[in-house]
């Protein structure tokens, strides 16, 4: 990985969606909150047009909206997807949010 690059983080794609490119640099795109997209056969048509690789076994595509969390340590970066529970109206942290997806990558030497 050129430069010790591990992640990159891109956004307005209005899609949670983590790609793993062949050069071991992992794609992520943020969710976008307000969007009230929660169906997978639109995150996965989202993925297609914008030209994502579904096909492969490592990306992992979901629907917004919701919230990323990046916790970032000496050894290591956690990011997890929290997703906006369907139907609620509370946005209160913890009461409306359900973890989706989440993964971790270990700091460059």
Do not use: W
Request: with cysteine; net charge negative.
């Amino acid at each position: 990985m050129a430069n010790g690059v591990q992640i990159v983080f891109t956004g307005h794609d209005h899609t949670y969606i983590k790609e793993l490119h062949p050069d071991g640099i992992i794609y992520q795109t943020v969710p976008q909150p307000s969007h009230a997209n929660t169906n997978q056969n639109q995150a996965d048509r989202n993925a297609l047009n914008y030209g994502y690789d579904v096909g492969n076994p490592s990306t992992v595509v979901l629907p917004s909206s919701g919230l990323l969390y990046v916790e970032v340590s000496p050894t290591e970066a956690r990011v997890e997807y929290r997703k906006i529970v369907d139907g609620c109206a509370v946005v209160t942290p913890g009461d409306c949010y359900q973890s989706a997806d989440v993964y971790s990558v270990p700091a460059a030497p």
